[in-house]
């Protein structure tokens, strides 16, 4: 399958997921509102997100993938199989011996992590026991990044990109019962979170077996097939560990001011769309392509790819980022202000979410470039960049943060610009590396429709200001600001699409090449089994 083909699958079913997610953030807003019981809530989910991203999603699928890849194409089946079973073994081991130990150890974590409600000792302890019920979902999900991982490098992407759904249905489904009831709705999530953590591996593990993988648990040691991934792991780590320590050191700032931690997550939610929708992925169907065009010497078609990927993805980041800057309280207050979530809390949000909003092009690039390093199997350049990135970005962030709360505001919306400035320059010292080693250049006629999107949501911008300089009048001609902003986002959608084609931002027959099924096997190599496309 193409990219736009495998993009739009991975897309569309983030998409589901996401519109199963926002149901999901609607409920827990309303039952958990934005003070203390939603802050200890939230507060719960970063801890075993942190590993999680750092162990299962990040540095160990971006080395897993192209040496899965190369491992099923020149060794064959059996080996690749191999690898895949020792790897998790020794995965399981290292993250259920983390769990233990974290869950063992929250109520001193919890003293770092929670810092700014150590003197509120019935929210401290309710973050304490919510994260200690939540660890599990570490260790499932490692399992289920592997069988993903399984997948994807064999060119099959359908199972691993609708597995998240199940997380938004648990937890839907565990708080709406309890949703009258703010701590009762705190636990029933936290315990959702980690069942759906046992369902999204099953599901995985059946995806994968269903397409002829196999991969066997074994005593954990250290092979030299698991060698080689921890030396491309360890750098990816390093790198993810030192994006997961901003949110950290962030969270840890944001305590200092009640609400706060709850404005930043739910401005989180509505700018991590795009970069679900778009660079996510994006970035997972190209791995495996780069993967194999690198290990076939085709380096002139791996740019070509890389073009075709920053096209793809700006055609809708940028649309996405105008929309988030130009209008930010009038999405946060038509989709979120009910119940407990006030339109004093849906102003806050907007403060942050107009910040994170023009970040959201770098959040979106930094998902297309990083394959371009891992198919080359170097975890190492985008290890130092991160650093970088997070130096400054911890830095900054603590300056505005404290500068604002001196001048008398809140001081969160420093952290949303610090986590913006600093994102562009991890894109930067990407573009510049690559560009160095030859790796990517954009042909003119792709700088050329970059323009061309960036004029068209220029043009879109512009309309969306307008909008929200009318919001009121727009809620009373359609009667609520429910339907009024849906309305809104519907009409821009459309118009900016057409005056993408308008301007040939983007044209048909690109549109039916992009999606047109390339020949040859996917990147996991001949005797696939056919019909198990996503």
Same mark, same amino acid.
């Given at each position: 399958?193409?990219?736009?083909r495998?993009t739009a699958?991975?897309?569309?079913?983030?998409?589901?997921?996401?519109?199963?997610?926002?149901?999901?953030?609607?409920?827990?807003?309303?039952?958990l509102?934005?003070?203390?019981?939603?802050d200890?809530?939230?507060?719960?989910?970063?801890f075993?997100?942190?590993? +999680?991203r750092?162990?299962?999603?990040?540095a160990?699928?971006?080395?897993?993938?192209?040496?899965?890849?190369?491992?099923?194409?020149?060794?064959g089946?059996?080996?690749?199989?191999?690898?895949?079973?020792?790897a998790?073994s020794?995965?399981?081991a290292v993250?259920?011996?983390?769990?233990?130990?974290?869950?063992?150890a929250?109520?001193?974590?919890?003293?770092?992590?929670?810092?700014?409600?150590?003197?509120d000792?019935?929210?401290?302890?309710?973050?304490?026991?919510?994260?200690?019920?939540t660890m599990?979902?570490?260790?499932c999900?490692?399992?289920a990044?592997l069988?993903?991982?399984v997948?994807?490098a064999?060119?099959?992407?359908?199972?691993?990109?609708?597995?998240?759904?199940?997380?938004?249905?648990c937890?839907?489904?565990?708080?709406?019962?309890?949703?009258e009831?703010?701590?009762?709705?705190?636990?029933?999530a936290?315990?959702?979170?980690t069942?759906s953590?046992?369902l999204q591996a099953?599901?995985v593990?059946?995806?994968?077996h269903?397409a002829g993988?196999g991969?066997?648990?074994?005593v954990?040691?250290?092979?030299?097939?698991?060698?080689?991934?921890?030396?491309?792991?360890?750098p990816g780590?390093?790198?993810?560990?030192?994006?997961?320590?901003?949110?950290?050191?962030s969270?840890a700032?944001a305590?200092?001011?009640?609400?706060a931690?709850t404005?930043l997550?739910?401005?989180?939610r509505?700018?991590?769309?795009p970069?679900?929708? =778009?660079? =996510?992925?994006?970035?997972?169907?190209?791995l495996p392509?780069?993967?194999?065009?690198?290990?076939?010497?085709d380096?002139?078609?791996?740019?070509?790819?890389?073009?075709?990927?920053?096209?793809?993805?700006?055609?809708?980041?940028?649309?996405?980022?105008?929309a988030?800057?130009a209008?930010?309280?009038?999405?946060?207050?038509?989709l979120?202000?009910r119940?407990?979530?006030t339109?004093?809390?849906a102003?806050?949000?907007?403060?942050?979410?107009?910040?994170?909003?023009?970040?959201?092009?770098a959040?979106?690039?930094?998902?297309?470039?990083?394959?371009?390093f891992?198919?080359?199997?170097d975890t190492?350049?985008?290890?130092?960049?991160?650093?970088a990135?997070?130096?400054?970005?911890?830095?900054?962030g603590?300056?505005?943060?404290?500068l604002?709360?001196?001048?008398?505001?809140?001081?969160?919306?420093?952290?949303a610009?610090?986590?913006?400035?600093?994102?562009w320059?991890?894109?930067?010292?990407m573009?510049?590396?690559?560009t160095?080693?030859?790796a990517?250049?954009?042909?003119p006629?792709?700088?050329?429709?970059l323009?061309? =999107?960036?004029?068209?949501?220029?043009?879109?911008?512009?309309?969306?200001?307008?909008a929200?300089?009318?919001r009121?009048a727009l809620?009373?001609?359609?009667?609520?600001k429910?339907?009024?902003i849906?309305?809104?986002?519907?009409?821009?959608?459309?118009?900016?699409?057409?005056?993408a084609?308008v301007? +040939?931002?983007?044209t048909?027959?690109e549109?039916l090449?992009a999606?047109? +099924?390339e +020949?040859g096997?996917?990147?996991?190599?001949a005797?696939?089994?056919?019909?198990?496309?996503?």
């Amino acid at each position: 399958m193409s990219l736009a083909r495998n993009t739009a699958v991975i897309g569309g079913l983030t998409l589901v997921s996401r519109l199963f997610g926002f149901a999901r953030d609607l409920v827990l807003a309303a039952a958990l509102g934005a003070g203390p019981v939603a802050d200890a809530f939230f507060a719960a989910l970063r801890f075993p997100n942190l590993f +999680r991203r750092l162990f299962a999603e990040g540095a160990f699928s971006q080395a897993f993938v192209p040496v899965y890849s190369k491992t099923l194409a020149t060794e064959g089946q059996e080996a690749a199989d191999q690898l895949a079973g020792e790897a998790l073994s020794v995965l399981l081991a290292v993250t259920g011996a983390l769990s233990a130990l974290a869950i063992l150890a929250m109520p001193w974590i919890n003293r770092v992590l929670f810092v700014g409600y150590v003197d509120d000792p019935d929210t401290f302890a309710l973050a304490t026991l919510l994260t200690q019920i939540t660890m599990p979902y570490l260790v499932c999900m490692t399992a289920a990044t592997l069988f993903s991982g399984v997948l994807n490098a064999r060119g099959k992407f359908f199972v691993a990109a609708a597995a998240p759904i199940l997380l938004n249905m648990c937890l839907l489904v565990g708080v709406w019962p309890f949703r009258e009831d703010p701590h009762q709705a705190a636990y029933a999530a936290a315990i959702a979170v980690t069942a759906s953590g046992i369902l999204q591996a099953i599901w995985v593990w059946w995806g994968a077996h269903r397409a002829g993988a196999g991969g066997r648990l074994t005593v954990p040691r250290i092979t030299p097939g698991v060698k080689r991934l921890v030396a491309l792991a360890v750098p990816g780590a390093i790198a993810g560990g030192a994006l997961q320590i901003n949110v950290l050191v962030s969270q840890a700032l944001a305590s200092f001011e009640q609400g706060a931690i709850t404005y930043l997550n739910v401005a989180d939610r509505l700018y991590q769309l795009p970069l679900g929708l =778009i660079g =996510i992925a994006v970035g997972v169907a190209m791995l495996p392509k780069l993967s194999r065009l690198v290990h076939e010497g085709d380096e002139a078609g791996a740019r070509s790819a890389l073009d075709e990927a920053v096209a793809l993805s700006m055609a809708f980041t940028l649309p996405a980022a105008a929309a988030i800057m130009a209008i930010p309280f009038f999405l946060i207050d038509g989709l979120y202000t009910r119940g407990a979530f006030t339109a004093e809390d849906a102003r806050n949000v907007a403060m942050a979410l107009f910040h994170y909003g023009w970040g959201v092009p770098a959040f979106v690039l930094a998902k297309i470039y990083a394959p371009a390093f891992f198919a080359r199997e170097d975890t190492k350049a985008p290890m130092r960049y991160a650093i970088a990135s997070m130096v400054m970005n911890i830095a900054l962030g603590a300056a505005l943060f404290f500068l604002l709360r001196e001048s008398g505001v809140a001081g969160f919306p420093g952290l949303a610009i610090a986590t913006s400035a600093a994102a562009w320059l991890n894109v930067g010292l990407m573009i510049r590396s690559l560009t160095a080693r030859g790796a990517y250049g954009p042909s003119p006629a792709a700088f050329a429709r970059l323009l061309r =999107i960036v004029f068209a949501s220029g043009v879109l911008f512009g309309l969306l200001w307008l909008a929200g300089e009318n919001r009121a009048a727009l809620e009373s001609q359609f009667g609520s600001k429910e339907v009024a902003i849906l309305v809104v986002i519907l009409l821009a959608g459309l118009f900016y699409f057409a005056l993408a084609f308008v301007v +040939r931002a983007v044209t048909f027959a690109e549109v039916l090449a992009a999606f047109r +099924r390339e +020949r040859g096997p996917p990147s996991g190599g001949a005797g696939l089994p056919p019909g198990l496309d996503a």
